[in-house]
């Protein structure tokens, strides 16, 4: 079955220090993998989108890296902001041709705090 | 920068009553879908809609749902005699490429079944 998890749950951090969110998947055939940022009450906003031949990919301090091999992505947020402060989703796309097969993780909620 | 917009933002509406939503995909944009949040959980997937037809449906949308794109601008959602388990955020999104195509969702409309 085509699965996402996410970790941790929910994150409390520092404004100004780093963190790194976790997801595994286990998506075939494997297409792509997206992380989104979802402000509460808002929609989901991309982040990165990297497909399996791409290791790491940088959004100004988000930073993605994906291991196809072990099916484990990480989201990495250098010198957070209180604007941070979101749902961070994990999407999966498995190989569907045109239609649409995109699985989502339940998301990990961080709060960036003062 | 072009969006994906939505109305309305927020509807409240009585057990049985017919409701439309509204999105306004990015004007390039070929694949249209439907999404739904319930307060708390992850994002679903609803439907998928191009070439103006259904592609693909997940087992939320049942009889009760139904898509269209009138016009050739608004794509809508309707949902023929709301319950209660209707209640949740709807996003519509839209990409011009499938599968490898950024998806970018709409702010979502807000509906609350009474």
């Known amino acids: 079955k085509n699965q996402v998890e996410q970790s941790p749950q929910s994150l409390i951090i520092l404004e100004g220090k780093n963190c790194t969110l976790q997801?595994?998947?286990?998506?075939?055939?494997?297409?792509?993998l997206r992380w989104y940022k979802q402000d509460t009450g808002r929609g989901p906003v991309s982040l990165t989108i990297m497909t399996f031949s791409e290791n790491t990919k940088s959004n100004g301090r988000y930073t993605a890296t994906l291991d196809a091999d072990t099916k484990q992505s990480s989201l990495h947020i250098t010198a957070s902001q209180l604007s941070d402060s979101a749902s961070y989703i994990c999407v999966v796309s498995a190989d569907g041709g045109a239609t649409n097969k995109l699985i989502f993780g339940t998301g990990t909620l961080l709060a960036v705090q003062p | 920068e072009p969006e994906v917009t939505q109305t309305p933002s927020h509807q409240v509406t009585q057990m049985g009553q017919e409701v439309i939503l509204r999105c306004v995909p990015i004007s390039n944009h070929l694949y249209f879908y439907w999404y739904r949040q319930i307060l708390g959980q992850k994002v679903e997937f609803l439907v998928s809609?191009?070439?103006?037809?259904?592609?693909?449906k997940s087992e939320i949308f049942d009889d009760q749902f139904s898509v269209e794109r009138p016009d050739g601008s608004n794509f809508t959602l309707k949902i023929r005699s709301t319950k209660l388990e209707d209640s949740a955020m709807y996003f519509c999104?839209?990409?011009?490429?499938?599968?490898?195509?950024?998806?970018?969702f709409g702010e979502g409309s807000r509906l609350t079944v009474l």
């Open positions: 809609f191009y070439n103006n037809e259904i592609s693909e």
């Open positions: 997801c595994n998947y286990t998506v075939s055939p494997f297409s792509n």
């Open positions: 999104a839209s990409r011009r490429q499938a599968n490898t195509g950024e998806l970018f």
